[in-house]
């Protein structure tokens, strides 16, 4: 049986004694930077027992605290309780962040340890400039929670497949191209990417390393002129997809030989990378003599602005997924009527069951949410059979689910009415539909980002004095992760502002949370498109990608004004438009009840 938290905590705090460390900092990372981690490298969660993707823990010789933020402050409340482990609500009143607390706390020769391989270059160097006022110093060298983990599970070893290319679209050949190209007008001779996203949709390939992501372990470096390395596990690629590998340009070596690779480089060779996004111990191994180019890895925005052939494919994959979605919420809504006895976990494999029969689906894109009641109130919120609730026909469940296909990756929300509702619970969730809906009518210039048009959706809940304490959407993949930079919808930060460009899918889901009572979000995909050419220049609009029926039911429409109102019509018109053909019998009556106009 595997030791209690306390008992794990104490092994690191050993290790920390043994190499002279006062402080152990362990991020939610790994060598790729990845948001969504395999198991080898979920230490944060094994020492802290927090399982949210989100969190930072920071332990010293008596004291351990796991900072995160509001979408999670009930869940960590929970698994932390009897741990040792004090909740940092990070973002909050009195609450410094990590690296604030750890510059705080450090004082002349103490030593603060991460590992190497969890950590970004980026970091590394602001961690040094603000312990140069205090004289501590930054160990990451060593890998402390892997000596204390004794049962690690070992590095994922799932098959990498090709990506069909009636689905990739673009050669991988073409990409590898496009990409030297943007390496040459920056100076690069080589290339360094190590984000999971970034390989994989350059080398059209995909696998299943990272639960929910079709990614696989992997690290590419290219050659302005000459062959590109992939550093993956033989084993996990077939001798026909090493051979067609080969015939593109790009050569198989071991994942592990990376650093090897970096270490050849020469004098004149001009490496760009991007800091933010390749760990420490894989940028130490670079060779000295080698010049460093830092600035965002170009496939990124590459990949973030999706082709007419891509769209076509998102497009169709919208309406297998609305179909799925519509039959699965008229199975739970007869089941219910019915008097069966569903729980939150039964949402999920009803959900499961009908996207499992679309054509090209390949999995989920992220645990399904659903959330009943108060539980919609955790915007994060995952059911689990030792923590569920039983619906009833009464009152909310948000439902936050998505599916990986072939031609795309979907994420949509919605907010059913599962009986009768309060009068704040419908107030609340139409005001959150008209921040959806004021942002998905929007027209804005060219070069407007995120930061610059996130406040449309906030405004009506403003106006009441209320506000929700996440971004309003994030850029998703092409059958990729489900949260994709480089754009985001979000409140200004210190952050580069990056522009919404043609061919970027966002999502767009305010949301209001309640503790204890509801929550509402609602939330659609949708693709930046050319509007209009006028004398101030060009503008842009949203496509609404997203093919599923609002529940009305959950709704005031006396709080539409008539363009609200119109908004949602035409938008029911065009899901029932679209699904239609693929329902029958019960489904698509259901379709057409919950598509009627209002």
Partial sequence: MSEPIPSRLALLRQA????????????????????????????????????????????????????????????????????????????????????????????????????????????????????????ARLRTDLDLPGEAWNDRPPLPAAPVTEHPIRYACIARADKLARL??????????????????????????????????????????VAAEGPAVLFVDRGKLTDALVGALAADGVRIADYATVTDALGELREGDRLLLDAGRVACAVADAIA?????????????AMKARKSAAELDHVREVMRRDGAALSRAFRRLEERLAAGMRQTELDVHT???????????????????????????????????????????PQGLLLVDSGGQYLGGTTDVTRVLALGETTAEQRRDATLVLKGLIALSRARFPKGA????????????????????????????????????????????????????????????EPGLYKPGRHGIRHENLAVVAEADQTEFGEFHAFETLTLCPFDRRALEPGLLNPEERAWLDDYHARVRAALSPLLEGADLVWLERHCAPL
């Fill in 350 to 392: 009803l959900l499961r069951e009908e996207r499992s029969a679309q054509p090209d689906f390949v999995g989920e894109s992220f645990a399904t949410i659903a959330g009943y009641q108060a539980n919609g109130a955790l915007p994060h919120y995952r059911a689990t059979p030792e923590h569920h609730s039983t619906l009833r």
């Fill in 180 to 221: 030297r190209t943007a390496m040459r007008k920056l100076g690069a001779s080589h290339h360094l990417v190590s984000s999971l996203d970034d390989v994989a949709w350059l080398t059209n390939l995909r696998g299943s390393d990272v639960e929910c992501n079709p990614v696989f372990l992997a690290h590419l470096l």
């Fill in 288 to 300: 000295p003599a080698a010049q460093l180019i830092d600035a965002a890895n170009p496939s990124t």
């Fill in 16 to 135: 920390m004694r043994r190499h002279g460390v006062d402080a152990c900092l362990v991020p939610s990372a790994d060598p790729h930077l990845s948001e969504y981690l395999p198991a080898h490298w979920q230490a944060r969660t094994w020492l802290s027992g927090f399982t949210g993707s989100a969190g930072t823990l920071v332990v010293t010789a008596d004291w351990a605290g796991l900072w995160t933020d509001s979408r999670y402050f009930a869940q960590a409340e929970r698994e932390l309780a009897g741990t040792g482990v004090e909740l940092m609500r990070q973002r909050t009143a009195n609450v410094p962040e990590p690296q604030e607390w750890l510059h705080q706390q450090l004082h002349e020769s103490q030593v603060l340890a991460v590992a190497g391989d969890s950590l970004p270059l980026s970091s590394r160097t602001r961690i040094e400039r603000r312990f140069e006022s205090t004289g």
């Fill in 449 to 508: 980002s995120g930061p610059q048009l996130d406040a449309l959706a906030r405004a009506p809940l403003w106006a009441s004095g209320m506000d929700y304490g996440h971004g309003t959407g994030h850029g998703v993949g092409y059958f990729l992760n489900v949260h994709e930079g480089p754009q985001s919808i979000r409140p200004p930060t210190s952050g580069p502002l990056v522009a919404l460009e043609p061919g970027m899918i966002s999502s767009i």
